[in-house]
């Protein structure tokens, strides 16, 4: 069995602005980050068998063509830096994707998976984990410093396994478009 989960990540220089960010913070900054760099979870991780990849691609690339349709621009919005108990980073909303998810989550058939999918209610792309952490909000700060918030992004959707030595292939990925940038003004919660 293997780990496969769902993110939609920034490109471009948002993306390697929040990477070299956290290259430079690693120690304090993201170290138990479970997924891969600059991303944003949309389905948690689940365990399935290393093969089924292409089962879940083609039912990830059914529902994001069932819901162009109706795909707003942008599809995803940054609402800004902030600070929560277990995690801080930035805030980004996507209705769209949620119910992209949805689909996805309800149309996937797999005779292997052992659990449902479970669809993040709350979506943000991490820049410090750990409950109760003192420095969260230092994080943040230094982040926002750091990194132009505001640079236009395009974003994609990606499918990723998580192999033996801990890393993460993408196996597909699909273009969202241009993001709306973060006001950044009064962001830090």
Known sequence: MTKFAIYVCPTGSLAEQIQ????????????????????????????????????????????????????PTPVVTLEGLVTKPDWSGLAITSPWLKQVMVNFACTVKSPTRKMPLRIQDELGLPLAYGPNRKDNKAIVTQAKAAIDWKTPTLWELRFYQQLTNQSWKCHSSW???????????????
């Open 20 to 71: 070299r960010f956290l290259a430079e913070h690693r120690e304090t900054a993201a170290p138990l980050q479970q997924g891969p760099d600059a991303c944003c979870l949309l389905i948690e991780g689940f365990e399935e068998q290393s093969g089924a990849a292409p089962v879940y691609t083609r039912s990830l690339d059914r529902a994001y063509n069932r819901g162009l349709k109706s795909r």
């Open 175 to 189: 273009d969202l478009g241009e993001g709306q940038p973060a006001v950044m003004e009064a962001s830090v919660h």
